[in-house]
Structure formats: structure tokens, C-alpha cells
């Protein structure tokens, strides 16, 4: 009986996020939607630490394009419940390994910033120049981030959301815009 219910509610979850994802306002809003598989199995949605992110959790991207600005809606359930998790744009779709999504998504790229050492200077590693979604679920593992963006994607554009290992993500100088491991990912639409 307690797992039914537990089923049941899962699904009512499922058809909320739906349901709270198409009835956006706004003109043309993209949306993409995953259940964490594990990494191995591939997909578009995947958990590299289930313990943290559990296999079934739902997510869901929904991001719409304003006049030179951007509104990226992050939802999740499904996953740890009353837990921070720190949440960006990645600029490479999700792969079998956590790295390979690549580092943050920024407007205006840090000329300093290499594959080995991404960008930790806060002038460029900052939530208006990327793309930051960090979000603290319920009781019931639901949570849900929104962030307004001073850009668009004329030319270049993220290809992924991911989920880190953090509470939230870190703003200092040298550690700007890190938020620990990468526990899940979603290979999501942004344009
Ligand atoms: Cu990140």
C-alpha cells in the first residue's frame, strides 16, 4: 500500500511538472524534459551519483526568449528531499562521464579560462554573464529555479544543465562559479 501511494504520488509529480511547464504565458517557450538514468544506459537525462540524484528523479528545462534577455525555469522532482543543489548551463551535451558537458555556459567568455583551469574570476564566472539555476528541493524532493539573463543565443548557445555536488555555487575570486562534483545532468534545448 505505502508503495502505491508512494507511485501514485510520483506520477501526480510528473503530470505537475508537465502541466506547470505548458501552461507558460509566454510566446514559444522551449522545454526539455529527462528522468535520470544512470550514465552507463545513456540518454538525455543522466545521474553519475544516485545517491544524490536518484534514477527516476524528473527534470525539466523550460527556457524562454525575451528582448535581449532570457528566462531559463529549472524543475526537478524526484530528487533528495529539503537538499540545495547547485544548478548551471553547461556548454556541451551531457555524455557518460560528468566532464563531458564542459565547462559553464558565459555570454562574455573569460579570456583566462582553459580546459584544465575553467573560468573562476567572478567578472565573468557570475550569474548575469552565466547561466545559474541553483535550487533547494521539499519534503518531496521538488524544487524549482528561475533566472532572468541579460542575453540571448544569437551565436552560441548551452547544451546542458547541470547538477552539482554543492548546496550553492561559490562567488569568490578563484573559486567563482564552482559548486563541487557533477551528480546529474540534462541535455536540454536553448534555442
Ligand atoms: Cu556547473
Redesign the pocket.
Known amino acids: 500500500m505505502l508503495r502505491r501511494s508512494a507511485h501514485i504520488a510520483l506520477l501526480l509529480a510528473g503530470a505537475a511538472l508537465v502541466a506547470s511547464c505548458s501552461s507558460s504565458a509566454a510566446a514559444a517557450p522551449l522545454v526539455t524534459e529527462g528522468v535520470l538514468a544512470p550514465a552507463a544506459q545513456g540518454g538525455p537525462a543522466v545521474t553519475y551519483t544516485p545517491d544524490a540524484a536518484p534514477a527516476g528523479a524528473r527534470l525539466a528545462l523550460e527556457v524562454v526568449p525575451g528582448e535581449g534577455s532570457t528566462t531559463a525555469t529549472f524543475r526537478v522532482a524526484g530528487m533528495r528531499p529539503d537538499r540545495g543543489y547547485?544548478v548551471?548551463a553547461?556548454v556541451r551535451p551531457c555524455g557518460p562521464t560528468g566532464a563531458d558537458a564542459g565547462p559553464?555556459f558565459q555570454n562574455r567568455v573569460d579570456p583566462a579560462a582553459t580546459p584544465q583551469a575553467p573560468s573562476s574570476d567572478p567578472a565573468y564566472a557570475n550569474p548575469q554573464n552565466e547561466v545559474w539555476l541553483d535550487l533547494r528541493t521539499d519534503a518531496t524532493g521538488a524544487g524549482t529555479a528561475t533566472a532572468t539573463v541579460p542575453f540571448g543565443f544569437p551565436e552560441r548557445a548551452p547544451a546542458s544543465v547541470?547538477v552539482?555536488e554543492k548546496e550553492m555555487t561559490a562567488t569568490a575570486p578563484g573559486q567563482a562559479g564552482t559548486?563541487g562534483g557533477r551528480l546529474a545532468c540534462l541535455t536540454s534545448t536553448w534555442r
Open positions: 547547485a548551471h553547461h559553464h547541470v552539482h559548486a
